[in-house]
């Protein structure tokens, strides 16, 4: 058996330069990658199946032909093998949420599989792969600090020094949210580009919190953090905290007021 965590996604600033005549919209963002997220095992098996579980396996049960297995089918395809693998996908990340967790789950199979199946495949190959899955797969396929432009696929790597290790806590009101309906409810202001992320800004938050009024309550909860952002079209928000006492004592301040929400302590890669 051999396994890969799905990183859970962040977009540390997230600037919508322009609607396209396409629908698609133009951004510049950060990406920044936990230490946490989804697990993906592969052992050996007839076929290629699917097994989720974890706390939010539930929320999976209506999708037979999710990321992950379309994932491994187009690597099957281009490598011009029958594929034959038992997948299961331990569900620890809310869907929906902004962190990127059918594209990590995307991503994460992709490297798996390379590894599990032995794959002479290049890196370019894979990443093809992973943009015809989704714009946010080649960033989680590289699960590693990026500047993401266009719809979030043209990637480049960037050093943010001191980053790694900083303590992180991920909070989501439990609330799924549409990224079509963040988007489409943008007011279509330019704002500027993006420069220093920490200077930046997230412009599907104002969006978001219209659908979602709850993401007020889970910002205000962590306005003890050196930042509090909400990543992507939400509803989860990150802190970033000076050390893991302040981050672990917001996390029990929170989860005393607010017992249904979920919840992740963890660090950036």
């Not at 396996?57 to 490598?79: F, G, H, I, K, S």
């Not at 696929?153 to 609330?175: C, H, I, K, W, Y």
């Not at 952002?229 to 981050?247: E, Y």
Request: hydrophobic share 50%; aromatic share 4%; net charge negative.
């Amino acid at each position: 058996m051999m396994r890969e965590t799905a990183c859970a996604k962040l977009n540390l600033a997230l600037h919508v330069r322009a609607r396209e005549a396409d629908g698609y919209h133009r951004i510049e963002t950060i990406f920044a990658f936990a230490e946490a997220g989804d697990v993906l095992t592969a052992a050996p098996g007839a076929g290629l199946t699917l097994s989720v579980t974890g706390p939010f396996a539930a929320d999976l049960a209506d999708e037979p032909d999710n990321l992950v297995l379309r994932a491994a089918r187009a690597l099957a395809d281009r490598a011009g093998i029958v594929g034959d693998a038992a997948l299961t996908l331990d569900k620890k990340l809310p869907v929906a949420s902004g962190i990127g967790g059918g594209s990590a789950d995307a991503a994460a199979t992709l490297r798996l599989l390379r590894r599990f199946w032995r794959l002479d495949i290049g890196d370019e190959a894979i990443g093809a792969i992973a943009a015809g899955l989704g714009a946010d797969v080649p960033a989680c396929l590289a699960s590693r600090t990026m500047r993401g432009e266009g719809r979030g696929d043209r990637l480049r790597a960037v050093d943010l020094p001191g980053l790694a290790g900083t303590p992180l806590l991920l909070v989501n009101p439990r609330l799924p949210v549409s990224t079509a309906d963040v988007f489409r409810a943008w007011d279509g202001r330019d704002g500027g580009p993006l420069g220093d992320w920490e200077e930046g800004r997230n412009d599907l938050e104002a969006p978001a919190r219209r659908i979602a009024p709850a993401i007020d309550e889970v910002l205000d909860a962590l306005a003890a953090a050196r930042v509090a952002r909400m990543s992507g079209s939400g509803a989860t928000c990150f802190g970033l905290f000076d050390s893991a006492a302040a981050r672990d004592e917001t996390a029990a301040g929170i989860a005393a007021r607010h017992p249904h929400w979920w919840m992740l302590a963890t660090r950036l890669k």
